[in-house]
Every structure is written in structure tokens, then in C-alpha cells.
């Protein structure tokens, strides 16, 4: 019986690191999900070791609370008979499109590898 030498492992060498500019795919859907309300939650529990999704997914999670608590202060205060009339046909669509904005704005900032610093809401992240 002839003895066959084993056949060498083909070992793929690793991928070649990204360019300094460049991010993988996945850290780049982590950041986006990081300010789609709940859906944060998937980066925050996903990527412990990511020290920059973590800050964005708590940021996200922070404007959503943030944004939570300010629309139940002015859905309250709407329970006034004018206010409330001026309130709902004005100031609520004015304060959805001003969350629009501050998530789309924070999605691209986040996506450059910067950050959108919020004053009150970013400091309370911070201590998170």
C-alpha cells in the first residue's frame, strides 16, 4: 500500500483591508438602521465591539424617545380648545417633517463617519 501525501489546504487568504474611506457593507446598514426608530435595537444588540454603531444606535434610540415624549407633551396640550386647533393642523406636520430632516441629516452624517450633535438629546446619550 503506497502512501498518498495529503493534498495541500487551500487556505483563501483574508480579504485586503477596506480603504480608509470605504466601510464594509454591513457596518453601513447598521448606521442607517441605527435611526429607523425601534430597528435600532438590531445595531445596538448586534455590534457590542463597535464602539461608532453603538453611539449611533443610542443616539437613534434617544432622538426616537426624545421625539416620543415631545409629541405626547403637544398631543396634551392639543386637548385645549384653540391651542389644539392651532396645534394639530400646524405645529404636528411642522414637527414630522423637522424629524424627517434630523434623521436624514443624521443617517448622512453617520454614513461620512461624523456625528449629529443634538444639544439637549446628544449630551443625554452621551451619559448613556
Same mark, same amino acid.
Given at each position: 500500500?503506497?502512501?498518498?501525501?495529503?493534498?495541500?489546504?487551500?487556505?483563501?487568504?483574508?480579504?485586503?483591508?477596506?480603504?480608509?474611506?470605504?466601510?464594509?457593507?454591513?457596518?453601513? @446598514? $447598521?448606521?442607517? *438602521?441605527?435611526?429607523?426608530?425601534?430597528?435600532?435595537? +438590531?445595531?445596538?444588540? /448586534?455590534?457590542?465591539?463597535d464602539? &461608532?454603531?453603538?453611539?449611533h444606535a443610542?443616539?437613534?434610540?434617544?432622538?426616537?424617545?426624545?421625539?416620543?415624549?415631545?409629541?405626547?407633551?403637544?398631543?396634551?396640550?392639543?386637548?385645549?380648545?384653540?391651542?389644539?386647533?392651532?396645534?394639530?393642523?400646524? @405645529? $404636528?406636520?411642522? *414637527?414630522?417633517?423637522?424629524?424627517?430632516?434630523?434623521? +436624514?441629516?443624521?443617517? /448622512?452624517?453617520?454614513?461620512?463617519? &461624523?456625528?449629529?450633535?443634538?444639544?439637549?438629546?446628544?449630551?443625554?446619550?452621551?451619559?448613556?
Amino acid at each position: 500500500m503506497q502512501d498518498t501525501p495529503p493534498a495541500p489546504e487551500s487556505q483563501e487568504p483574508p480579504p485586503p483591508p477596506l480603504p480608509s474611506g470605504e466601510r464594509s457593507s454591513d457596518k453601513t @446598514v $447598521m448606521l442607517v *438602521l441605527s435611526y429607523l426608530g425601534i430597528l435600532a435595537l +438590531i445595531p445596538l444588540l /448586534v455590534e457590542k465591539e463597535d464602539s &461608532e454603531v453603538q453611539w449611533h444606535a443610542k443616539h437613534g434610540l434617544t432622538l426616537i424617545a426624545g421625539w416620543i415624549v415631545l409629541s405626547i407633551a403637544i398631543a396634551m396640550l392639543a386637548a385645549i380648545p384653540f391651542v389644539g386647533a392651532i396645534l394639530g393642523c400646524a @405645529v $404636528m406636520p411642522f *414637527l414630522w417633517v423637522v424629524i424627517l430632516i434630523v434623521h +436624514i441629516v443624521a443617517i /448622512v452624517k453617520a454614513l461620512k463617519g &461624523e456625528r449629529l450633535i443634538v444639544p439637549v438629546i446628544s449630551d443625554f446619550t452621551d451619559r448613556w
